[in-house]
């Protein structure tokens, strides 16, 4: 058997990683944190609840207390769109070379997720060598809550970059008109699309259509804490109509995988039997490759910060 390598690497001893979260997480700040880790560095793990922000400290001020601690890569998610990148672009204006990463904000986007989304889909299709051509062509469904969905958002521009098509579906109040012109707009970070072709979105209200010869099907949790009321009339109602279940799944070409960042309702937007069927359903496989791939963020971000010091 070959040796699996090093569990760790050294490229960020020394450094200070400091993942900021100010929205519940489980698996993007756990998996954060390992990666970290297993790149050696130093982790501070900011708690929002037991901080000076209840004491009526700014977001600001406490962003820079973790950089005058020596923070140099800075993980954050938060619950308004844009912070990470006005974060940043402060720490910058102020004469901080610090990274700062994404890890969800809002309803705008989720760029690590839809980073590990891509490679699960890639492995998926391409077991021996995971490439992102192996997406080129392919029809991917995103069923559900694409309002609240800052992982759809990503997705939208991710997978359209590698040229697949994409089925959106859901109810009217989850899944306004407008999404079909969402490629439109400027990308996040608001330079030029990189992309010369995007293809088009389709949407879709009924699901059996939108499953129809598709080859993967990512699902979205009900957001019940973004959602105003009366956005769906009532759980069983939008499972009935949006559900992805075994029985669904037949519209689809055979062996069709099915995704989902997490948490999941059960029996709400994916059926209990789903979730339990990792033949199907890729949502563990989805966090374990959470690991690698921002360990490759984090290196890119190092190999950047480290090239800079050497200058
Ligand atoms: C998602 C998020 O926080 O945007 N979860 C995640 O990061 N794995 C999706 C969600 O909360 O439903």
């Known amino acids: 058997m070959s040796s699996p390598g090093p569990r760790r690497l050294p490229t960020l001893q020394g450094r200070l990683v400091t993942t900021l ?18 790149l050696s560095a130093d982790v501070a793990s900011f708690a929002p609840a037991s901080s000076a922000l209840a ?29 990470p990148a006005a974060l940043a672009q402060d720490l910058h204006a102020t004469g901080h070379d610090i990274a700062v990463l994404n890890a969800g904000d809002g309803l705008h ?22 490439t992102l051509q192996a997406l080129a062509g392919r029809t991917i469904a995103i069923v559900g809550d694409i309002l609240h969905s800052r992982v759809a958002r990503s ?29 439109a707009a400027m990308p996040p970070g608001c330079g030029p699309d990189p992309v010369p072709q995007r293809g088009k979105i389709h949407i879709f209200r009924d699901l059996d259509e939108a499953l129809t010869d598709v080859d993967a099907v990512m699902t979205l949790r009900l957001q019940q804490e973004r959602a105003q009321k009366h956005q769906v009339t009532s759980l069983e109602d939008y499972h009935r109509n949006y559900g992805i279940t075994h029985g669904r799944l037949k519209r689809c070409r055979p ?11 059960r029996d709400v937007e994916l059926s209990s039997e789903l979730v339990n069927d990792p033949q199907r359903c890729l949502m563990h496989q989805q966090v374990g490759h959470g690991v690698p791939v921002r360990m490759a963020l984090l290196y890119l971000l190092a190999t950047t910060l480290n090239a800079r010091e050497d200058t």
């Open 21 to 38: 979260f100010f929205e519940p997480s489980t698996r993007t700040r756990s998996s954060f944190e390992i990666a970290a880790r297993r």
């Open 55 to 83: 004491k009526g400290e700014s977001l600001l001020d406490t962003v820079r207390t973790y950089v005058a601690m020596g923070a140099e890569l800075l993980v954050i998610r938060h619950r308004s769109s844009g912070v």
């Open 109 to 130: 986007s989720h760029p690590s997720q839809a980073l590990l989304d891509l490679f699960t889909l890639a492995r998926h299709f391409s077991p021996q060598q995971p």
């Open 155 to 183: 997705n939208l521009w991710s997978l359209s970059g590698v040229g697949a098509r994409i089925h959106l579906c859901g109810p009217s109040a989850l899944l306004p008109k407008c999404f079909a012109d969402f490629l």
């Open 255 to 265: 062996g069709t995988p099915v995704l989902h960042p997490g948490p999941v309702n």
